[in-house]
T-cell receptor
Framework: GQNIDQPTEMTATEGAIVQINCTYQ??????LFWYQQHAGEAPTFLSY????GLEEKGRFSSFLSRSKGYSYLLLKELQMKDSASYLC???????????FGGGTRLMVKP | GAGVSQTPSNKVTEKGKYVELRCDPI?????LYWYRQSLGQGPEFLIY????????DSGLPNDRFFAVRPEGSVSTLKIQRTERGDSAVYLC????????????FGEGSRLTVL
């Protein structure tokens, strides 16, 4: 099975940088994903890491260390619209099940 | 269609009743997933289809839950003898090929069992 842990809530200030951590334990692993979900809306894809290292995409970056079972999502130049839940998810070896963590609810304050 | 479409968006039913939730994936997407999400929780995997067949149904909580995708496009999640604990948002997602991880989610069907 797969177990994914991430903080429940975080608060940050507009314009700042925030890092959301995720640790995972899986019986098989085929990639780590981050999704964003605004309240009452569907999750939307943010990033994908399958190899160790940092993937940068605009204000968002995601890091993966497979040996440590660890990932983080880095959000720069925070905007009020970034207030949302951020879901860490791992794909199993067969590539047919994406298991989500409980999500980290980020509140961006002025 | 332009995105994943789910109907109904809201369903209120009484304990013990039967419900069907429909998902119309993005045209051409062969992989289809059903997830269930309770308030404040992450989505919980229920079942995965590749084409018409259920490739992995290990997430279905019990035999009251069943899903079909007879023509490899539209899928229906069926819940028999609903219980209050079934109340949640049921999310459907599709992807172009198996194993990409970039799932496109619908807006969900909010089920409330009274």
């Amino acid at each position: 099975g797969q177990n994914i842990d991430q903080p429940t809530e975080m608060t940050a200030t507009e314009g700042a940088i925030v890092q959301i951590n995720c640790t995972y334990q899986t019986s098989g692993f085929n990639g780590l994903f981050w999704y964003q979900q605004h309240a009452g809306e569907a999750p939307t894809f943010l990033s994908y890491n399958v190899l160790d290292g940092l993937e940068e995409k605009g204000r968002f970056s995601s890091f993966l260390s497979r040996s440590k079972g660890y990932s983080y999502l880095l959000l720069k130049e925070l905007q009020m619209k970034d207030s949302a839940s951020y879901l860490c998810a791992a794909f199993n070896n067969a590539g047919n099940m994406l298991t989500f963590g409980g999500g980290t609810r980020l509140m961006v304050k002025p | 269609g332009a995105g994943v479409s789910q109907t109904p968006s809201n369903k209120v039913t009484e304990k013990g009743k039967y419900v069907e939730l429909r998902c119309d994936p993005i045209s051409g997407h062969t992989a289809l997933y059903w997830y269930r999400q309770s308030l404040g929780q992450g989505p919980e995997f229920l079942i995965y289809f590749q084409g018409t067949g259920a490739a992995d149904d290990s997430g279905l909580p019990n035999d009251r839950f069943f899903a079909v995708r007879p023509e490899g496009s539209v899928s229906t999640l069926k819940i028999q003898r609903t219980e209050r604990g079934d109340s949640a948002v049921y999310l459907c997602a599709s992807s172009q090929v198996r194993g990409t991880g970039e799932l496109f989610f619908g807006e969900g069907s909010r089920l409330t069992v009274l």
